[in-house]
């Protein structure tokens, strides 16, 4: 499997065939948190013969696994331990001031930080590595905060954004701290023969979802989970959960001149209908009176993968609005 070094991280990609009209945008998908690259597949082959598409696992997940000194290590611990901490008015107003550094002031490289503009920064230059200078980028979940945080930070590169299964920008203190002390427990908690428990994939194949997945992705759910890597887990987590960072995501949005676009699912419990109307409603998209969310109908938290035709549909009826349809 190909892979480009960013920043001393190997990133596994798959990149498909470019298509007859070479002046369409690269589709590219970045995957959520726990995850990988391989539950785009099902949307690759529904759109890969008519658009070019790049799938990747981002740092510290799937196969794009971060490798760091001891030191660093030690250093990279103690990091995610601080923010772990209950927040107080100073820790958020430092955690403010964080966000709007870049990783070379803050003192880190980017394999030793997990914000999203961290993330973000990486998908850019893997972008450029690969001489892709227009694309529309799909993020899930989490993975759609990173292509926001992109779609900001490479203007020129990034024509629009779909946002499948994301939303938020309400800080919930109570809410918020429940999820990062579950997530925190969760990630330390992967012991290494957890897949080979009989009806473990049954289970992983039934979890935020409307309708239980076909085993193989319950078992490939278990694989991405057990490889992540603790560090970039724990800092993906605890960086993206920050009340600063929450409140942070709509004034990204609004500032956004790209078209954004929004697909949930009616019984997404992660990521709730009404957290994706409210992020979506700071685009000048919503602001015009367009819509510019889509919600499929029995349809959890892993819409590529449960709905992946409606999908695939939604997006090429947004390219189509932009003119970025192959001729016929």
């Known amino acids: 499997m190909p892979s480009i070094n960013i920043l001393e991280t190997p990133h596994i990609y798959e990149l498909t065939a470019p298509v007859t009209n070479s002046k369409l945008p690269v589709l590219v998908f970045v995957h959520g948190w726990l995850l990988s690259r391989h539950y785009w597949q099902p949307l690759v082959q529904i759109l890969k013969s008519e658009y070019q598409c790049l799938i990747y696992d981002a740092r510290g997940f ?3 696994q971060v ?3 001891p030191s660093q ?3 990279e611990n103690s990091r995610i331990s601080s923010i772990a901490l209950e927040h107080t008015d100073d820790l958020a107003e430092t955690q403010c001031n964080h966000q709007s550094m870049t990783a070379t002031e803050s003192g880190l490289n980017n394999s030793q930080d997990y914000s999203l503009n961290a993330y973000a920064d990486d998908l850019k230059r893997l972008l450029e590595s690969l001489s892709i200078d227009r694309a529309w980028v799909v993020g899930h979940s989490l993975g759609g905060s990173v292509a926001l945080w992109a779609a900001d930070l ?3 590169i990034i024509q629009g954004v779909v946002c499948l299964n994301a939303g938020g920008g309400i800080y919930l203190k109570e809410e918020f701290e429940r999820f990062r002390r579950a997530g925190q427990k969760l990630v330390k908690f992967r012991p290494r023969w957890l897949p080979h428990i009989p009806f473990m ?4 194949s039934r979890m935020m979802v409307a309708r239980p997945l076909e085993l193989k992705w319950g078992r490939q759910r278990i694989v991405d989970f057990v490889r992540a890597d603790e560090q970039a887990a724990l800092g993906a ?3 993206s959960t920050t009340e600063a960072e929450v409140h942070l995501l709509p004034q990204l949005v609004s500032r956004l001149q790209q078209p954004v676009y929004f697909v ?3 019984k997404d419990k992660v990521m709730e209908v009404k957290y994706v109307n409210h992020l979506a409603s700071f685009h000048q998209l919503f602001m015009s009176g367009e819509s510019n969310v889509s919600t499929i109908p029995n349809c959890g938290h892993l819409g590529m993968i449960e709905a992946p035709n409606e999908v695939a549909s939604i997006i090429a009826q947004v390219l189509d609005k932009h003119g970025e349809m192959p001729r016929k």
């Open 62 to 64: 799937g196969e794009s």
């Open 67 to 69: 490798t760091l000194s």
């Open 73 to 75: 290590s030690t250093i």
């Open 154 to 156: 490479c203007p020129e």
């Open 201 to 204: 994939s049954l289970l992983f």
């Open 237 to 239: 987590l605890l960086e």
């Open 264 to 266: 949930a699912g009616d």
